[in-house]
């Protein structure tokens, strides 16, 4: 038989929905947030500080990922000119350029300073000594050239394969150096810089007339044999100027006068 349902069971359909909806009620779920501790000013000012900090590295590694423009390079290395280069071929390596950062080595502070100082030990000067990278730009040669017009002891120079920085400017300021009343420089050795003109070149040639030199060497391929030769007959003459590399009084230099077309110690007595 089919029952019907009753009024009793009205009443029990009719709140079972209710209850239901009461059962299945989600729960506040407890926040998982926690509550920030209490920043003091001082904490606050410190954490905006390293922010600052932060970008501003960033942005000096974007700084040095940039090249170089053209007025930086010659900034950087002096006057040189590079035929035919484009500053987008060069890439920053620093920011703090390298070559300020040559300029305040130790080595080269001592020569500048020996110079300007007449040191003994700058009588015979070997550049290599303290400038030991023959790519040294030539504001490090310049350095050293100034210093060097201010010296009145030196007497044998070498400079020798400095390729990148001793350029025309360079050698045309050693040329009014060796010209200079004061200086007493008679024996160089200036080989092995390829990166002059033979234009240069020529002028060196005809100016040390006017020095002097009288023991000397430069590379046969930085120069022509008809440079060498004048060369040669010039130093010649200029041995009749002073006795400065035949005085048995300054022997001691004398013997470090090597790596000439013809070295001092083997003049006939």
């Known amino acids: 038989q089919l029952e019907l349902p009753s009024e009793e069971n009205d009443e029990h359909l009719m709140d079972a929905p209710v209850r239901l909806a009461v059962r299945g009620r989600r729960k506040k779920k407890k926040s998982l947030l926690k509550k920030l501790p209490d920043i003091s000013p001082e904490e606050l000012q ?4 390293q922010e600052r900090m932060e970008r501003e590295e960033e942005k000096r590694i974007r700084e040095e990922a940039k090249p170089l423009t053209a007025a930086q390079i010659r900034e950087i290395l002096g006057e040189d000119v590079f035929d035919g280069a484009s500053s987008t071929n060069w890439v920053r390596r620093s920011v703090r350029q390298p070559s300020r ?26 550049m290599k000594k303290y400038i030991n990278d023959p790519n040294a730009p030539s504001v490090v040669l310049d350095a050293a050239l100034d210093a060097l017009e201010e010296n009145t002891n030196c ?7 400095f390729n990148e920085g001793m350029r025309d400017k360079q050698v045309l300021h050693l040329l009014r150096i060796l010209q200079s009343s004061t200086c007493k420089i008679w ?6 810089n390829y990166n002059v003109e033979t234009e240069t070149w020529d002028k060196f040639t005809k100016g040390l007339r006017r020095t002097k030199v009288t023991h000397m060497y430069a590379s046969e391929h ?4 008809e440079m060498k030769d004048e060369i040669r007959e010039t130093i010649r003459e200029n041995r009749s100027k002073h006795d400065m590399h035949i005085n048995p009084n300054n022997l001691d230099v004398i013997i470090q006068c090597t790596h000439c077309w013809w070295n001092p110690i083997n003049a006939k007595a």
């Open 222 to 225: 930085t120069i022509t044999t």
């Open 46 to 49: 410190v954490d905006l500080e």
């Open 101 to 126: 950062a040559l300029l305040n080595s130790k080595p080269l502070k001592a020569l500048v300073e020996g110079l300007k100082n007449n040191d003994p030990d700058m009588v015979v000067l070997k």
């Open 155 to 161: 007497e044998a120079l070498y400079i020798q394969n």
């Open 187 to 192: 024996c160089l050795n200036i080989g092995e």
